[in-house]
């Protein structure tokens, strides 16, 4: 399962989590995808949003 939002194209980034005493190690930050029906072209189809794509109205959600 990619974790892509299939609007944007935002995925997961890398970089350091450094304590106080300095101990360097990796980590990673993942974008908040939620998984919704949206409306794709003239059919419905179930897809991995992220919560800005959702909030600013990129993604036009399907009614049932």
């Known amino acids: 399962?990619?974790?892509?939002?299939?609007?944007?194209g935002k995925?997961?980034?890398?970089?350091?989590?450094i304590s106080h005493a300095h101990n360097?190690?990796?980590?990673?930050?993942?974008?908040n995808l939620h998984q919704?029906?949206?409306?794709?072209?003239?059919?419905s189809r179930r897809i991995k949003v992220c919560t800005r794509?959702?909030?600013s109205g990129?993604?036009?959600k399907a009614v049932r």
Not at 24 to 31: A, F, I, Q, T
């Open 11 to 17: 995925k997961s980034m890398v970089g350091h989590q």
């Open 53 to 55: 794509c959702l909030r």
């Open 24 to 31: 360097v190690s990796k980590r990673r930050w993942r974008p």
């Open 1 to 8: 399962m990619a974790r892509v939002c299939e609007i944007c």
């Open 36 to 43: 919704v029906r949206a409306r794709v072209g003239s059919a």
């Open 58 to 60: 990129r993604v036009q």
